[in-house]
């Protein structure tokens, strides 16, 4: 199942997709939903890390001291 979705591109942008849909034979739909799908996992974990950063800064997030974190993984003496 595929849905439609509307997007702005810069026309230097669009040209780019446009040569290379034409040279490749595929379609401008094609190479744009290709790069969509490479990018998402990265700027989902981009985005991932970034709220996490703003959890801890706002105390949002359980910190161990480094002798806790030893400690859980056996490593007191």
Do not use: C, H, N
């Amino acid at each position: 199942m595929t849905t439609t979705t509307a997007l702005r591109l810069p026309e230097d942008l669009a040209k780019r997709y446009d040569r290379l849909a034409k040279e490749t034979g595929r379609t401008k739909t094609y190479y744009m939903t290709e790069a969509l799908a490479d990018s998402i996992d990265q700027l989902e974990y981009e985005y991932g890390i970034l709220k996490q950063v703003e959890d801890f800064r706002a105390g949002r997030l359980k910190t161990y001291s480094l002798d806790e974190v030893g400690e859980m993984l056996g490593l007191d003496d």
